[in-house]
Each structure stands twice: as structure tokens, then as C-alpha cells.
């Protein structure tokens, strides 16, 4: 299935309904549905993210110090940037660090470091790093957020995400994950959490990742709660909210709520196939005011 084109004419509203789905029997390829997002060329990609801000061609052109044709075909991949026109067309258009990375992908064909066509390997040192850690914290592999490893704080404050055995067929898939009933009894914005999530995968995980992962992780997702899973896929989010990183967690024992904070950093020295996601309980209880 093709992704339609995301209507972004309400630049008021945080979330903006895609077009509606193809029918299950167009998506279903060999028995299983497809979840195959288009894999955008850099144009296509820059083009969406200038709608979604609302500028015209000629204020990014002018940011860009470009003219207004070659951005034009820029846009419609008639033409490639040079590199320090590549760079000046996405600081003109203000682009996350995330969204940034994805540039970077197709600039370099699919080429990144985070590929995950190979096991990221997880050693003894980079077991102790992570338990080190006072609070909840994982080694995930990204964009499509595999579980590697989990230290004793996060596997006791969410057990079913905890690795998969060695043996098991596929890894545990944090995406996977919160589409199931664990995932909503532990958070309280389970929503907001979900569509962040997916739409993470949804936007980065073409060309980065093969299809066939991800159609099994959308397809488990879908297979969980299918009506919810097709919201949150169309979900388009702007900067604010993806930039959320609040997890409201439901603390069975004491009967309250906890916020937590999220931080993905990623490793430089040495290099890494994932990313450590720490989870840092906040100090105000939740819905005090800052």
C-alpha cells in the first residue's frame, strides 16, 4: 500500500488525518497485509516538511539562498543539490535532529550506521554501562526499536518488554510492544506514547529498514488492536509532538502515577548498532506545576 498524501492545509491542530486506508484486501500480499510506505526521495521528503510548516517554495528558496527553479526541481527530484546546497535548503527549513537523520539516509543511499541488517552485538561492558544506570534503561536498535538489552530497573518496571531468549525467532520489538494490553495498563497516555512511536517507525523506517520488517511489526501492531493502529499510522505529528518525551507510568504497588522523561543517546566512541533509551523519573509528582 502506497501512504497517501497527508492533508497539512490545519497548521492549528497537533495531529492531521491521512487520507483513508486501501481496503485490507489491496494491502494483502500473500496472505498478510502491507504496511509499505513510500520510500521518499530527498525532495519529497523536504517538500512535506516545508507543508508541513506552512512556507511557500519562495521563503524556503530564499532561506536557501537558492532560486526559486532550482528548488522547484529540487522538490520534484528533477535535480540534486550540492552538499552545501543540501545543507542550506534544511537549515532553512529547521529540521530535527531525527528528521535530519533520515536526510542524511537517503542522501547516502540507505548507507547509515544504524542499518539494521546485521545483530547489533552487546557485550559485558555494555551490559555494565546500562545497569549502571540507576532507572529504566534499554538498548534498542533504530529506527524500528528492537530490544537488545534492558537493565533490572526496566525489566521489573515493564517485564514484557524485556529481551527476547536467544533461541525466540524475533526479537522483542518496543514498537510491537506498546500496542499490546501490558503497554496500556502501565502508561496512562498510552495514546500519545503509541502514535509517537509508530510514527517514528512510519517516517524513518523506509529505506533504512527492509519491508518485510516492517510489515512484520506493523502487522502485529494491526493484529493487537486494529482500528487504534490505524489511527495512530495516520497520525502526521508536528515538532511539539514528537519532541514530547513524557511517559505518565501507572505504579501498581503505591496506586499513583509517575512521569517519567525519555533520552535516547547514541553511542560515538565506539560506534553502535543501537541507541541506550534511559528513563528518568521526575522529582514533581505528576500534575504539580512546574
Known amino acids: 500500500m502506497q501512504i497517501a498524501e497527508r492533508s497539512l492545509a490545519n497548521s492549528d491542530t497537533q495531529t492531521i488525518s491521512a487520507q483513508p486506508f486501501s481496503s485490507a484486501r489491496e494491502r494483502r500480499r500473500n496472505g498478510k497485509l502491507s504496511w509499505a510506505c513510500e520510500r521518499p526521495e530527498i525532495g519529497v521528503h523536504l517538500r512535506?516538511?516545508?507543508?508541513?510548516?506552512?512556507?511557500?517554495?519562495?521563503?524556503?528558496?530564499?532561506?536557501?539562498?537558492?532560486?526559486?527553479?532550482?528548488?522547484?526541481?529540487?522538490?520534484a527530484g528533477l535535480r540534486n543539490p550540492s552538499t552545501e546546497g543540501l545543507v542550506a535548503w534544511c537549515r532553512a527549513l529547521d529540521l530535527p535532529d531525527w528528521m535530519l537523520r533520515k536526510v542524511i539516509s537517503l542522501a547516502l543511499n540507505g548507507l547509515d550506521t544504524l542499518r539494521p541488517n546485521t545483530s547489533p552485538h552487546v557485550n559485558d561492558d555494555d551490559l555494565d554501562h546500562l545497569e549502571m544506570f540507576g532507572g529504566p534503561a534499554y538498548y534498542l536498535t533504530f529506527p524500528q526499536l528492537d530490544v537488545i538489552a534492558a537493565n533490572t530497573a526496566a525489566r521489573q518496571l515493564a517485564p514484557s518488554l524485556a529481551p527476547a531468549s536467544p533461541d525466540s525467532d524475533r526479537p522483542t520489538n518496543a514498537v510491537e510492544?506498546?500496542?499490546?494490553?501490558?503497554?496500556?495498563?502501565?502508561l496512562v497516555n498510552w495514546p500519545s506514547v503509541a502514535t509517537r512511536m509508530i510514527h517514528t517507525l512510519r517516517v524513518m523506517g523506509p529505506g533504512m529498514v527492509p519491508q518485510y520488517r516492517l510489515d512484520e511489526i506493523f502487522n502485529a501492531c494491526y493484529s493487537h488492536s486494529p482500528r487504534e493502529f490505524k489511527r495512530f499510522f495516520a497520525a502526521d505529528l508536528r515538532d511539539a509532538a514528537t519532541d514530547d518525551n513524557v511517559a505518565l507510568v501507572r505504579n501498581p504497588a503505591t496506586d499513583t502515577i509517575e512521569r517519567y522523561s525519555c533520552r535516547a543517546l547514541r553511542p560515538t566512541q565506539p560506534m553502535h548498532q543501537f541507541e541506550q533509551i534511559q528513563l528518568v523519573r521526575s522529582s514533581r509528582p505528576h500534575g504539580a506545576a512546574a
Open 48 to 75: 512535506r516538511r516545508r507543508e508541513a510548516l506552512g512556507l511557500t517554495q519562495e521563503e524556503v528558496a530564499i532561506a536557501a539562498t537558492t532560486t526559486l527553479s532550482s528548488l522547484r526541481k529540487w522538490e
Open 177 to 186: 510492544w506498546i500496542m499490546t494490553k501490558p503497554a496500556r495498563e502501565l
